[in-house]
């Protein structure tokens, strides 16, 4: 039986869903919603493919019930600001967001009610955060939890470097080694102790999860690293998107299969007339690990059947560019 999946895409001023109920042979655009700012992260629940959330910044936080069509502002949320957003692997309708100052905000309802982390800022590190500029402050970039443990939550700091915690939430430890500019957070099922992270800096592999860090840019030709995630199925296999700067002035797009040790440089995405085009997010399909999509910042979409080796266009034309967030669910 075909495949039902959905391509949750956030964008500069919008957030809708694609979705394919023939295994990716077509594909249906659904409406856009619009955002008074720009989506920064989704998350699909892996216990109900219809159900998702965004993290809109300076949006807040919303959620869609109905795999896309609608989203609803969860004004509840306690925040002005919402970075990054994470749907329990076991939980239904329990959530992490991740907000500014840096803290992280749970809901045990769906977004109806939250409650904070007090032992987030309690990290005594934590006084050295910051940001660039003078009239923000660090924010927490992404969320992710251990494939296998589901107590076992990491948030990446922009700019304040990387914190687990061990116990659900209530208190937290820094993991010292790496560039504190963090911009995404990535883990695989394959290797549950393998923790990947994107810096402004280079990327940054562990395979302890988090305890000692190696810089792994060898053989890359930018060091501003925006996305990294590895295969569901296979921690070799990873794909990282590079700049010279935040910017995003010549952009690049890498797959590993060697778990970073060296780098192939991957062809084939963005605008063939536009080579500054630069792939934003891509997500694994939870359901087939050899198919990736990717969406870059002049609102294409791309998707892999080869683990990232090649990638074919999909015949979707978005109404606004720049794809900022991207999850995918699988039913």
Not at 63 to 70: A, C, E, I, P, V
Request: charged fraction near 20%.
């Amino acid at each position: 039986m075909p495949t039902n999946t959905t391509i949750y895409i956030g964008m500069h001023d919008g957030v809708c869903a694609v979705s394919s109920d023939d295994g990716g042979k077509s594909w249906r655009q659904g409406p856009v919603t619009e955002l008074a700012h720009a989506a920064a992260r989704l998350t699909a629940s892996p216990l109900n493919p219809q159900q998702a959330y965004l993290a809109a910044y300076e949006a807040g936080v919303y959620r869609t019930d109905d795999g896309g069509s609608t989203w609803r502002h969860l004004d509840t949320y306690p925040s002005p600001y919402a970075h990054s957003v994470l749907a329990h692997t076991e939980e239904r309708d329990t959530i992490y967001v991740g907000s500014e100052p840096a803290t992280v905000f749970r809901s045990a309802d769906g977004g109806a009610t939250w409650d904070e982390f007090a032992g987030f800022r309690a990290v005594p590190e934590a006084s050295d955060w910051g940001f660039h500029s003078p009239t923000r402050d660090s924010h927490v970039r992404d969320l992710r939890f251990a494939p296998n443990d589901a107590a076992c939550l990491y948030a990446g700091i922009e700019v304040g470097g990387m914190v687990r915690s061990d116990d659900g939430g209530s208190s937290w430890k820094q993991l010292p080694g790496l560039n504190d500019d963090i911009h995404c957070v990535h883990l695989s099922g394959a290797n549950p102790q393998r923790v990947y992270v994107a810096t402004a800096r280079a990327p940054y592999r562990s395979d302890d999860s988090g305890n000692h860090w190696e810089q792994i840019n060898a053989g890359l030709d930018r060091r501003y690293t925006l996305h990294i995630a590895a295969s569901p199925d296979d921690a070799d296999v990873v794909l990282v998107t590079v700049s010279e700067n935040a910017r995003r002035l010549n952009p690049q797009f890498y797959r590993s299969t060697d778990a970073g040790k060296t780098w192939t440089l991957v062809d084939g995405l963005g605008e063939g007339e536009n080579p500054e085009d630069m792939v934003v997010a891509f997500d694994w399909d939870p359901s087939e690990p050899n198919t990736v999509y990717a969406g870059t910042d002049g609102g294409s979409l791309f998707s892999s059947a080869d683990r990232g080796a090649t990638w074919q266009k999909l015949p979707v034309q978005l109404p606004t560019v720049a794809v900022g967030a991207l999850a995918v669910s699988s039913d």
